[in-house]
């Protein structure tokens, strides 16, 4: 069965930090990987998809990487601040017939220091 | 940019009623689904739609549980009677096709009494 586990589960750093979160799954077999940001009562926002084949995906200041072999992947944020103040989630789906289910991680949840 | 929208917010009931939770997916996706979230606790896959049907369920939706997509546009998540342990925030999302991200609505927050 897969598990999903998120490294720290919370983290606080000064604004303009470079920072690393962490995401490792137990059956490499996934088909994708999604990162998602969680604001306090609000849903999930879709911040980036790695598909299997992929090994990075960038948007803007944030960069996530994926070793399918190793089972991780890591969210890279750069120059963080205040508003990037959230709990991160990440989530995969399993490769085969799950139609895209996603299996989630219990987040890690940042917080940017001005 | 096109969103999920999911209503209402704040849903309180007593325990054993029925509650229907809706939502509206992004007009041109073609998976639907429901996950929820009890406090504290991590986000869980509930059930999936695809062509006018459920494609796979977990443990977690049972009998109690059934999904309506009844005009094309809402797609509702209802529970016949409601328990306790229902109490959580309920996501719906959709999906534009296979390996596409996720869009997910704002969430009902669902308290049993």
């Known amino acids: 069965k897969q598990e999903v586990t998120q490294i720290p589960a919370a983290l606080s750093v000064p604004e303009g930090e470079n920072l690393v979160l962490n995401c490792s799954f137990t059956d490499s077999a996934i088909y994708n990987l999604q990162w998602f940001r969680q604001d306090p009562g609000k849903g999930l926002t879709s911040l980036l998809l790695?598909?299997?084949?992929?090994r990075e995906q960038t948007s803007g200041r944030l960069n996530a990487s994926l070793d399918k072999s190793s089972g991780r992947s890591t969210l890279y944020i750069a120059a963080s601040q205040p508003g990037d103040s959230a709990t991160y989630l990440c989530?995969?789906?399993?490769?085969?017939?799950?139609?895209?289910?996603?299996?989630f991680g219990k987040g890690t949840k940042l917080s940017v220091k001005p | 940019e096109p969103e999920v929208t999911q209503t209402p917010s704040h849903q309180v009931t007593q325990m054993g009623q029925e509650v229907i939770l809706r939502c509206v997916p992004i007009?041109?996706?073609?998976?639907f689904y429901w996950y929820r979230q009890i406090l504290g606790q991590k986000v869980e896959f509930l059930v999936s739609?695809?062509?006018?049907?459920?494609?796979?369920k977990s443990e977690i939706f049972d009998d109690q549980f059934s999904v309506e997509r009844p005009d094309g546009s809402n797609f509702t998540l209802k529970i016949r009677s409601t328990k306790l342990e229902d109490s959580a925030m309920y996501f719906c999302a959709s999906m534009a096709g296979g390996n596409q991200p996720q869009h997910f609505g704002d969430g009902t927050r669902l308290s049993i009494l």
């Open positions: 007009s041109n996706h073609l998976y």
């Open positions: 790695i598909q299997s084949s992929q």
């Open positions: 989530a995969v789906t399993n490769y085969g017939g799950s139609q895209g289910n996603l299996i």
């Open positions: 739609f695809y062509n006018n049907e459920i494609s796979e």
